[in-house]
């Protein structure tokens, strides 16, 4: 399942082997040296290589985007110094690759974003182990959790988000935890034993991504969602509903329009009690209940923050010389034109490229930042895109054969595709991407497609592809 899933996501992004072991699995390249001894340990001051004569770039995060970005300004400024902190004691490692690691796919070492050892040194790139606590954007100084300040002539924000933790009295009850970071994997896989009672607390993008994680490992899973589907904050009803029966069907119990009210330890168990008064006993409860954007460090900083740093088209904060890109950054939404938190690896990736350029003074400008969303649902491939909800002028095309595992809701506004679900159709999903992207005008094909919607393939290289392909000289 791992290798279908990343070569669907390769068609998804468009991408070739090599860019996508990049983005995608973060392979091809490797982690430096290691863990440095931890966030906020051992206070000493850190040594801060740099050139005098050189442009000195400060990276806060080495996520994907923090690394995308640090190689993206090696090749664009090859002379500069690069300093990327980042507070996790990690090699910088791929979240996305968590799920395989949980199903033994892959070692620890696979979630690494390089794997060649010195890859950071043998660029250039210094890999600092230390969480910032607070920007001087006048000094053009970061604080870091020594005590310590490091200068900057430019500085990336790229610190990503955090889950956010539900209000629930028992959450911080020992066996209750979020799927976020490696260490959270290392205590989920040391605990979601075969047989284990595992509750999962909500059923959004990440909750769905490690469904198949916890079945593999042979855990009797249930799942509380307050939506009134799974993933409903990403997929249509039509979508939402069928995912759902389709894990009810391999044994996962799922109870929307619910809602956990308190965890009481009881022994090794624990007892969540849902509004309503129903009590599911677990023996771990993994909370996934959205994310919130890292930006609390930079009160003060007079950088501008809404739900995440509020970023331009070229990835620039209203601050000069301070960029932001990936899950911390809220960009312009290529569908409504909206600001939006759009935290999803693709988005990061794409935006820590065009930071990086923009802070080597080469310009890059972002399209707008839009919804791409696969998930792998206990072997289920279900996609939105764009506008997915549609609009209220617009009109809605949708097909559903579930007995075959196949779904397809098209938006449209005027003749335009503005959005887009679909489940198990596989082969389209870059159609339909690249026929919202370019914003095809598809004329008669739209009429077709309401009654029709699974003719998107004819649709597209009867007017995409025609359009991209037309003689230049008649
Ligand atoms: C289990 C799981 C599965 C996922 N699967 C998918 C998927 O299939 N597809 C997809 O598109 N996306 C997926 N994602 C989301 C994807 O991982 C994120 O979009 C991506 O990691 C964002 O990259 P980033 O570099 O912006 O942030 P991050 O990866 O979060 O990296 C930011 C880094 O900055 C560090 N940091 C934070 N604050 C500070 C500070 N003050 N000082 C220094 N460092 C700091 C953080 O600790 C972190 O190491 C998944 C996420 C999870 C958790």
């Not at 022994?267 to 309503?276: M, P």
Request: aromatic share 6%; hydrophobic share 45%.
């Amino acid at each position: 399942m791992l290798q279908l899933f990343v070569s669907f996501w390769r068609s998804v992004l468009g991408v070739n082997e090599t860019q996508a072991e990049a983005v995608v699995t973060g392979a091809g390249g490797t982690a430096d040296s290691g863990p440095a001894g931890g966030a906020n340990a051992g206070k000493a001051p850190i040594e801060i290589k740099r050139k005098d004569d050189s442009m000195n770039y400060v990276i806060l995060g080495n996520g994907p985007t923090g690394v995308i970005a640090a190689e993206t300004l090696r090749k664009a400024d090859p002379g500069a110094s690069i300093v990327m902190i980042g507070d996790e004691s990690e090699p910088p490692y791929s979240r996305m690759a968590i799920p395989y690691f949980l199903i033994g796919n892959i070692e620890e070492k696979g979630t690494w974003l390089r794997k060649t050892p010195g890859h950071f040194d043998a660029h250039g790139i210094q890999n600092v182990v230390a969480r910032a606590v607070g920007v001087d954007a006048t000094g053009k100084t970061v604080t870091l959790d020594n005590g310590q300040q490091v200068a900057y002539d430019k500085l990336l924000i790229a610190t990503g988000s955090h889950p956010l933790k539900l209000p629930v009295p028992g959450i911080d009850s020992p066996n209750v935890h979020t799927c976020w970071t490696l260490a959270d994997a290392r205590q989920i896989a040391a605990k979601a034993k075969k047989g284990a009672r595992v509750l999962q607390i909500g059923a959004g993008f990440i909750g769905c991504i490690i469904l198949e994680a916890l079945a593999t490992r042979g855990v009797k899973l249930t799942v509380v969602e307050m939506g009134d589907r799974m993933v409903p904050r990403m997929m249509t009803s039509g979508a939402g509903g069928m995912i759902r029966r389709w894990v009810e069907a391999k044994g996962v119990s799922v109870h929307c329009n619910a809602r956990v009210e308190s965890i009481t330890p009881n022994g090794k168990e624990l007892v969540a009690k849902l509004a309503g008064g129903e009590e599911v006993v677990a023996d771990l409860i993994i909370a996934s209940a959205g994310v919130k954007p890292n930006v609390a460090f930079l009160e003060g900083s007079g950088v501008e923050v809404a739900t995440g740093v509020l970023v331009d088209e070229r990835m620039r904060t209203n601050v000069g010389g301070i960029y932001a890109a990936g899950d911390v950054a809220e960009a312009v939404d290529f569908s409504t034109g909206k600001r939006l938190v759009n935290a999803i690896q693709p988005n990061a990736a794409d935006q820590a490229r065009v930071a990086a350029l923009n802070m080597a003074g080469k310009g890059a400008v972002s399209q707008g930042t839009l919804a791409v969303n696969v998930l792998d649902t206990m072997g289920l491939i279900s996609s939105s895109f764009g506008q997915w909800w549609g609009d209220p002028d617009g009109q809605t095309a949708e097909m559903m054969d579930e007995a075959r595992g196949r779904y397809l809701s098209l938006q449209f506004k005027g003749d335009v595709l503005i959005g887009a679900t679909s489940i198990g159709l596989t082969d389209h999903v870059g159609v339909l991407r690249g026929l919202i992207q370019s914003r095809t005008r598809l004329g008669k094909w739209k009429d077709y497609l309401m009654h029709d919607p699974t003719r998107i393939m004819e649709a597209y290289l009867a007017t995409a592809q025609a359009q991209a392909t037309e003689p230049i000289l008649a």
